[in-house]
Each structure stands twice: as structure tokens, then as C-alpha cells.
């Protein structure tokens, strides 16, 4: 069974940096694309990050320039450095992972159980 455990969600001041981290846990082969989701109060979960195996990242207009995403393949990890942060950035954020190869799985979507990420004005 594969598992994504997430860290590093908090309280910081507008301004500050947070730095999320995400492990694929569970018999795996490859995972072709990961990424964050971020879902704001009484608003709908929405892509903030992704990056393919081969490290090209994609962001939300919302969020170039002040958050970096990366991965490490050998280790099924994927991180979100997150800096400059404003209120609106507070939500619930969810690591996700598609395209999962491992022991009877194939091409499979996974999501992390969520960390909150308040930031306070």
C-alpha cells in the first residue's frame, strides 16, 4: 500500500518562509508527476506546485517566485519551500503523487492526509 506522509505546516507571520516535505511510502517503483494542492477556507482545493520525474515544475500564477518545489526520485520525496508568505496562503495542503508504479500497482493517484499553513497578517 503506498502512503504519502506530509511535514512542516505551522503558524508563520506575513513575510516568513515555510518549507513543506512530503514521503511516497510503500513498495515503489517510479512516480511520474508530484505536487501540492492547497485548499483555502470555504474555497476549493486548488494545484499550487507540481514537478514531473524529470524535474520540470509547473506553478500557480499565485505563488511564482515566492515558492520552490522539488523532488528527489530516489527517495519518493517531494518539498515545497515556501517563502515571502501572505495570508492568502492560508489553507490546508495536500501532497499529491500520479503515475505510481509499484507491487501491484499501476499508474496510480495518491493524496497526503493534509497540513495546515496559516499565515498571519
Known amino acids: 500500500q503506498v502512503q504519502l506522509v506530509e511535514s512542516g505546516g505551522g503558524l508563520v507571520q506575513a513575510g516568513g518562509s515555510l518549507r513543506l516535505s512530503c514521503a511516497a511510502t510503500?513498495?515503489?517503483?517510479?512516480?511520474?508527476?508530484m505536487g501540492w494542492y492547497r485548499q483555502p477556507p470555504g474555497k476549493q482545493r486548488e494545484l499550487v506546485a507540481s514537478?514531473?520525474?524529470?524535474?520540470?515544475?509547473n506553478y500557480a500564477d499565485s505563488v511564482k517566485g515566492r515558492f520552490t518545489i522539488s523532488r528527489d526520485n530516489a527517495k519518493n520525496t517531494v518539498d515545497l519551500q515556501m517563502n515571502s508568505l501572505k495570508p492568502e496562503d492560508t489553507a490546508v495542503y495536500y501532497c499529491?503523487?500520479?503515475?505510481?508504479?509499484?507491487?501491484?500497482?499501476?499508474?496510480?493517484?495518491?493524496w497526503g492526509q493534509g497540513t495546515q499553513v496559516t499565515v498571519s497578517s
Open positions: 514537478i514531473t520525474r524529470g524535474g520540470s515544475p
Open positions: 499529491k503523487a500520479d503515475g505510481v508504479n509499484g507491487k501491484y500497482i499501476y499508474s496510480g493517484s495518491y
Open positions: 510503500g513498495t515503489i517503483f517510479s512516480i511520474n508527476a
